[in-house]
Structures are given as C-alpha cells and as structure tokens.
C-alpha cells in the first residue's frame, strides 16, 4: 500500500517559514518524481513545486509556480524516503492545505484529483 504522510504546517505570520515533510512508503521513492500541491477551499489543486527524480543526469529537474519562485523550495532525501517544502517569506495567499503526491497529471499546474498517490494533506494558515 502506497502511504504518503505530510506534517509540519502550521499557523506562521506573513514573512515567516516553514517547513513542510512528507515521508512515503509503499513504492519506490528512488524512482518517483514528487510534486507539492495546495489547495484553497473552494478552488482547484494548485501545483506549487515539482521535483524529479535523482536518477537523471545532471541532477533532478525542479519546477515552480510563478508566485512561489525565489520564496519555496523543494528537496528529498532518497535515503529517508523524505520529501520536503521549505517555505520562506510567506504570504497571506499561501494559505492553503498542502499536499504532497507522486505519478499526478497537473497540466498547467492544475492537478486532476483522482490521478496518483496523494496524502491527506496539511494545513498552513498565513495570518498576523
């Protein structure tokens, strides 16, 4: 059974960070490209971060959504099965459940729901 797991949201102020982990089990992560979704209440699944595998030469392919390039940043750890957001400079448009999920068709970053592995999700709130 294939079991992606998210903690580390939270309720932070606008211009603060965190740091968001999502630990996998169930396949084989080495080989999984990984993506970060978000989703407001009310809207569609918003791809924020993708990274590839390791396996590719040259190191994994990373991409961002616009409106959180320079601010977040994607990384896993192969060894630990872990993948991880970290989240700088937060905004109040940040808000959102985030998601971590594996094999997702997200054309244009927007993701079909009922397509590859996905976690139950984890809230983070940017309020002051």
């Known amino acids: 059974e294939v079991q992606l797991v998210e903690s580390g949201g939270g309720l932070v102020q606008p211009g603060g960070s965190l740091r968001l982990s999502c630990t996998v089990s169930g396949l084989w992560f080495e080989s999984a490209a990984m993506s970060w979704v978000r989703q407001v209440p009310g809207k569609g699944l918003e791809r924020v971060a993708f990274?590839?595998?390791?396996?590719?030469?040259?190191?994994?392919?990373?991409d961002y959504l616009d409106s959180v390039k320079g601010r977040f940043a994607i990384s896993r750890d192969d060894g630990n099965s872990t993948l991880y957001l970290q989240m700088n400079n937060l905004k109040t448009e940040d808000t959102a459940v985030y998601y971590c999920?594996?094999?997702?068709?997200?054309?244009?970053?927007?993701?079909?729901?009922?397509?590859?592995?996905w976690g139950r999700g984890t809230q983070v709130t940017v309020s002051s």
């Open positions: 990274i590839s595998t390791n396996i590719r030469t040259g190191g994994p392919k990373i």
């Open positions: 999920a594996t094999r997702v068709d997200c054309p244009g970053d927007i993701c079909s729901a009922g397509v590859g592995y």
